[in-house]
């Protein structure tokens, strides 16, 4: 194992390890200048039940950055497994025949047919290193039913269900 001052300090290593752990794929939309944008990330989360809040994490260096800021709102679109190129087309890689269909609630703009959708208003922002964390009041939720997309080690993955359902200090630990 590699000592913690050459560990800390390699790029690699830090993606190599963030990416053993397996997480959902989400576009971040904002509507800003009359332009929606989007971007995918999987640096998401829930940041508190009461109230209802989320968090997000973007690079300052990200286009969409700025417009987060000036538009004081955002959306989460949790990807569904079968919307891989959707991913990709929001995570710089254009994909031909790709036109994302966007649904709305109130100013946010939210993609259609996502595993899960959130619209949050950003009531907080805080540097994090090269990162803004943005924390957004939750003002809309809704779940299709559909299965996430779920990316480990730079690969997209899907879901195997246990036959067993986890324990109710599982499902209630947050």
């Known amino acids: 194992m590699k000592d913690q001052k050459t ?3 390699d790029h690699t290593l830090f ?3 963030m990416g053993s752990f397996a997480t959902g794929v989400t576009v971040i939309t904002t509507e800003a200048r009359g332009e929606v ?3 995918t990330a999987n640096a998401f989360m829930s940041g508190s039940l009461e109230p209802p809040l989320c968090v997000i994490s973007v690079a300052t260096r990200a ?7 000036e538009a004081g709102h955002f959306g989460v679109s949790i990807l569904a497994k079968d919307q891989e190129k959707l991913s990709t087309h929001f995570a710089g890689g254009p994909v031909a025949d790709t036109a994302p269909e966007f649904v709305r609630v109130g100013r946010t ?3 259609a047919n ?3 959708v959130i619209a949050a208003e950003t009531i907080a922002r805080h540097e994090c290193g090269d990162h803004s964390i943005f924390i957004g009041r939750i003002v809309h939720l809704e779940a299709s039913g559909r299965a996430p ?3 480990h080690e730079g690969r997209y993955a899907s879901l195997t269900y246990s036959m067993e359902r ?3 200090w599982v499902a209630d630990f947050w």
Do not use: C, D, K, T
């Open 114 to 116: 996502a595993s899960a």
């Open 63 to 69: 286009r969409i950055h700025p417009l987060l800021i």
């Open 7 to 9: 560990a800390a300090s």
């Open 15 to 17: 993606r190599e390890v």
């Open 37 to 39: 944008r989007g971007m």
């Open 149 to 151: 997309l779920i990316v």
């Open 166 to 168: 986890a324990p109710e």
């Open 109 to 111: 703009p939210l993609l």
